[in-house]
């Protein structure tokens, strides 16, 4: 039986080359994820189990389209994503890029922070060439494992003469979403990441890869050596205190996001709170816990958009609170930190 297992791997592995022959060269680039587990028998729950070789062995038609180059870089659940990891997978992205013979690069990932790491690669990687995010809802030891699927599209989405000046893309369940918008909506579905108004950029189809839409609103920044600006997200809910904000700015942090209400509002409590981080030079971003829609400096209440904009606090315009601390975040790193050139970086 072993001897029967090797040469079938064997074969699968010569068919494979034989059909990379001559192909577009594509980096893939593992870090981990749901993608990449397993359901433990132990625990009987999925862990960290299958590398990006493993996963590639299972999509022997990419073959077909492209010759694939693994790397490894982590298999850690993305909820371990941070700004250290961000800085190390950036590195990768463009050195991969840099290559003459690569046409694109796929990233594997978890699906909870994968909008996170998707924005944070389409505002530090300068390239024409197509980077493609994919994950999975379903682990490798569910049957209806929704990965293989999402990595033979992304493949088939960086050779794609079209795929190129679309910024970083994120591909599952057939469909293609832009970094700025994308979202996880589901904790479950399949079809959870979605771009809530202004929908998808495109579609894989068995023939072929359609794009409806090219993003617009993209930037980059030159990452500097050296850590992270530490931005903390804090919430606005019904009897909020500001406490929480307080405390951040007491033990030095150096942004803040407020995760705000309707079109940027809060209370008084969290306005003073504002008004406090203002007053120590912490710059303060006005994001929403709403999904769709822009903050503005529209009520003119105590607490309302108008009030803290008139302050001093800056607008995310329409990114979630998790993407503008992203911004925010390389911004100050490049030694950006007043309203006056903040302010145009959210609008752009």
């Given amino acids: 039986m072993k001897l029967k297992a090797l040469l079938a791997s064997a074969l699968l592995t010569t068919t494979f080359a034989v059909h990379a022959q001559d192909k577009p060269v594509v980096q893939f680039i593992a870090t981990g994820g749901t993608i990449a587990m397993k359901i433990d028998p132990v625990k009987n729950a999925p862990v960290p189990a299958i590398s990006g070789e493993d996963l590639l062995a299972t999509v022997p038609d990419v073959g077909k389209y492209a010759n694939i180059q693994v790397k490894s870089l982590s298999n850690v659940p993305s909820d371990y994503m941070d700004p250290p990891r961000w800085v190390q997978l950036t590195k990768e992205v463009n050195a991969a890029l840099a290559r003459p013979e690569v046409a694109g690069v796929i990233v594997s990932h978890g699906t909870d922070t994968l909008e996170e790491t998707a924005f944070w690669l389409d505002l530090t990687v300068r390239s024409d060439k197509p980077v493609v995010l994919i994950g999975a809802q379903r682990n490798a030891s569910s049957s209806d494992f929704d990965g293989p699927r999402n990595l033979l599209n992304a493949v088939r989405i960086a050779v794609d003469a079209q795929s190129k000046n679309k910024g970083v893309m994120l591909a599952m369940n057939n469909q293609i979403n832009a970094a700025r918008y994308v979202t996880k909506t589901h904790t479950q579905n399949v079809e959870t990441f979605q771009s809530g108004a202004f929908g998808l950029i495109g579609e894989v189809y068995p023939d072929r890869v359609m794009y409806a839409t090219t993003p617009l609103r993209r930037q980059t920044f030159q990452l500097v050596d050296g850590p992270m600006p530490e931005v903390e997200i804090v919430a606005m809910y019904g009897g909020a205190t500001g406490a929480a904000l307080r405390n951040a700015v007491d033990r030095g942090v150096k942004g803040i996001v407020v995760q705000a209400l309707g079109m940027g509002n809060m209370n008084v409590p969290m306005f003073e709170a504002v008004q406090y981080a203002l007053s120590k030079n912490v710059p303060v971003v006005i994001s929403t ?43 100050m790193q490049s030694g950006i930190n007043k309203k006056a050139d903040l302010q145009p970086l959210f609008d752009r």
């Fill in 289 to 331: 816990r709403v999904h769709q829609g822009r903050v503005m400096a529209n009520y003119g209440f105590v607490g309302g958009g108008k009030t803290t904009f008139d302050a001093g606090a800056i607008m995310a315009d329409d990114l979630s609170p998790q993407k503008a601390r992203i911004l925010l975040m390389l911004a």
